[in-house]
């Protein structure tokens, strides 16, 4: 390839996204071609493709063996070794890799249009060379067998670090049996101690270190009393004694509670009443609210990190006393969230036989394990989001760990510390929220381009619904690399990749047939295209139930299947697409208005940094439209703007749905796990109209 400089290497490697997009829209499948770019190097096996391809492990056993039934590969020496791969050239391969260069070739004048000026020079030698790469291949085939082991690539959009090996049956059976009792921490800490288990700006830990101070806390617990079914709860943010306390409840038989830091006192007093704490762990920075929240709660043991409160023990302190050896009997415990509470108190989402989290046994688990192709002692994972919250808890802390990847704790989200991040630590895997994809990809063009982000092959998203304007934009930047679930504190729906993604926009996957129903509100089941309320299959065993209220509960379930309160359909193929939730439904006029498909038709305006749209009382049609906007900087709010978003969502939109009225709020009211609480906005507004009509 050319030499280029950190900025023209940064350039290229946007160029070569760019161009997996193009082909991902052809009828070239692009993973093959990059499968035959990739072979250059030689012999490989799955993990790297996994990892290089940006699939699954069972996905590229499924791509090889297709390769080799029309002859496009064959075996290794080893027949038993069905990972090893040797490849070669056919006449089939030369079209691949012909096809390729002309979709490049066409494509170029487009990709132009993602990057500056003066980008285009580095852009354009990047092809170049890239064509010279191509050129390469075709020259060894014609000399040897197989591919070589040294020559020109195509630069990689995913980890050069060598792959992992296949686990044995062996190490398998560990895994198996450590998942079942809450101690992989502790199989990962003898396979790879030195590697990096945390790192935060409160301090980082090793895989042997973090296992170490697991078990004294899990011997502290166990010394004041706790057993196994007792709860604990967890008011922190984001720092190595958070996961400290997770994993030590895992494997001490506790039910953890992880508790939202940002709630008042008395909400805290609930839930700590709610769920039965028997032990406090909480942050020294929210010590004099959980201190304040403690009346009538019976907790055994209150530690306290990095603080001070009345009636508080020194977290350290309680660790000190205690051995770091594995515990010698270990009992699997579980993790109950609590429901964000859009309606009334929020509930304990419980389950008496569920894993706790990181044990992987659920099918969600295991489809994202898969998608993610973790590589243990190398990759690292970027939480962004507070791990109270159950999706960053699952899919950007116990996921990577589970799997002996380690873990980067933000502290707070920031949009362009997130990039500094990406690029300091080399991270690999991330969990975000659509308004995070849309505040990141408002960043001034000179900052995104500050920051090297080719280690990064995995986002995965799903606690809000995505607009399709700016999910493609994302992708359009950083490359088909954003994950999609459908899913929830309460079960699993679906997860789609995002080549599927692109090739169906909007799309949240496709359920196993039966798996979801669409219902009317008879309870009866509407066809392909009709949007109604999502039911999913509940398991046989260790269904959810909500803690302390039956008629919650039942009210979700209709038979085998439950809701939360999503509104969606499945297209003809069962592709599952969500248009909103059943509590945010607008009708006006006797016709429904689905906010979020008039948001996203709002989010695309340059001046809108965020977008909330709710239905609001009309003496004509019972409700109209209304969006409250909060602007990007440099905008300011005026009646002549409003009127201007108002004729943007008239030339996007059929009239019925284009918002009536238009606010602008300093900051919309989002929950940390980025859903958009519409009930404040309602809220807000029904103050406000009282106000004025007080007037």
């Known amino acids: 390839m050319i030499e280029a400089t950190p900025t023209g290497a940064r350039t290229v490697a946007r160029l070569a996204r760019f161009v997996e997009v193009a082909l991902a829209e052809c009828d070239l499948s692009m993973p093959q ?40 590969v064959e075996r290794g020496t080893d027949p038993a070794d069905r990972r090893h791969v040797t ?84 190490v398998q059976a560990l895994v198996e049996r450590a998942a079942a009792t809450g101690t992989l921490g502790a199989l990962w800490a003898a396979r790879q101690p030195d590697a990096p288990a945390i790192r935060s700006a409160h301090g980082d830990r090793s895989f042997a270190e973090l296992n170490g101070r697991v078990n004294q806390l899990a011997r502290a617990l166990r010394a004041r009393g706790l057993g196994a079914g007792d709860s604990i709860a967890l008011i922190s943010a984001n720092r190595p004694e958070s996961v400290e306390t997770l994993y030590a409840a895992q494997r001490s038989g506790l039910r953890l509670t992880p ?53 508080f023990e020194d977290y350290e302190q309680a660790l000190a006393g205690e051995s770091a050896e594995n515990l010698e009997h270990p009992v699997l415990g579980t993790t109950m969230a609590y429901t964000s509470g859009t309606t009334g108190r929020p509930k304990g989402v419980h389950r008496s036989a569920a894993p706790a989290a990181g044990a992987a046994a659920s099918e969600l688990a295991t489809l994202v ?36 990847a380690g873990v980067v704790l933000m502290d707070k989200w920031d949009a362009e510390e997130t990039l500094r991040l990406i690029e300091q630590h080399r991270i690999t895997h991330t969990h975000l929220v659509p308004t995070m994809f849309h505040r990141m990809i408002s960043l001034p063009q ?32 950083l490359g088909p690399i954003a994950w999609e679930y459908y899913a929830a504190t309460e079960g699993f729906g679906s997860v789609v990749s995002p080549h599927d993604w692109l090739a169906r926009p909007g799309t949240v996957g496709h359920p196993t047939p039966g798996h979801i ?21 509940a398991p046989e065993t260790g269904r959810f139930v909500y803690l302390g209220d039956e008629a919650k509960t039942s009210s979700s379930y209709l038979g085998d299947y439950y809701t ?55 003496p004509e049609w019972g409700e109209s439209v209304k969006a409250v906007v909060e602007l990007q900087p440099g905008y300011e709010a005026s009646p002549e703007l409003a009127e201007e978003l108002k004729m943007w969502a008239r030339e ?37 109209a009282a106000a004025g009509a007080d007037a």
């Open 369 to 404: 394990a898969e998608a993610s192709a973790y590589v243990p002692g190398q990759d690292l994972n970027l939480v962004t989001g507070p791990l109270y919250h159950s999706a960053p808890l699952l899919f950007s802390l116990s996921m990577p760990l589970s799997r002996g």
């Open 446 to 477: 000179e900052v995104k381009d500050r920051y090297d982000l080719s280690s990064l092959r995995n986002i995965w998203h799903g606690a809000a619904p995505c607009p399709v304007p700016v999910k493609q934009a994302l992708m359009d930047w």
């Open 564 to 618: 939360l309160g999503d509104v969606g359909y499945l297209d003809e193929d069962g592709w599952l697409f969500l248009t909103d939730r059943s509590v945010d439904l607008i009708i006006s006029g006797g016709v429904n208005v689905y906010p979020a498909e008039v948001e996203a038709a709002l989010i695309t305006h340059p001046s809108i940094g965020d977008v909330g749209v709710i239905g609001v009382p009309d």
């Open 33 to 72: 071609y990059r499968l035959l770019s990739l072979l250059s190097e030689g012999s490989v096996n799955a993990s790297t493709l996994a990892r290089r391809l940006v699939v699954s492990r069972p996905s590229v056993t499924a791509l090889v063996d297709g390769l080799v039934a029309r002859g496009m």
């Open 259 to 311: 508790v939202n830091w940002h709630l008042t006192a008395d909400e805290i007093n609930y839930i700590l009443r709610d769920c039965g704490a028997r032990a406090v762990v909480v942050d020294g920075r929210f010590a004099d609210t959980v201190g304040s929240a403690l009346d009538g709660v019976e907790a055994r043991a209150l530690l306290v990190v990095d603080g001070a409160g009345e009636r």
């Open 517 to 537: 129903r669409i219902l009317d509100e008879a309870g009866e089941d509407l066809p392909a295209g009709v949007p109604g309320t999502i039911y999913l299959r």
């Open 87 to 170: 490849h070669l050239v056919t006449a089939r391969g030369h079209e691949v890799l012909a096809e390729a260069d002309r979709t490049a070739a066409a494509r170029l004048q487009d990709l132009s249009a993602h990057l500056s000026p003066d980008d285009v020079p580095a852009a354009r030698a990047g092809l170049a060379a890239w064509g010279r790469a191509l050129d390469s291949y075709r020259e060894t085939a014609t000399r040897a067998r197989h591919w070589p082991s040294t020559g020109d690539t195509m630069l990689p959009t995913a980890s050069q670090q060598p792959p992992a090996a296949a686990p044995s049956a062996d």
């Open 652 to 688: 996007r939109l059929a009239h019925f749905k284009c918002p009536r009225t238009v606010d602008f709020v300093e900051e919309l009211p989002r929950t940390p796990s980025g859903k958009l609480s519409k009930r404040v906005l309602r809220e807000n507004f029904r103050r406000q």
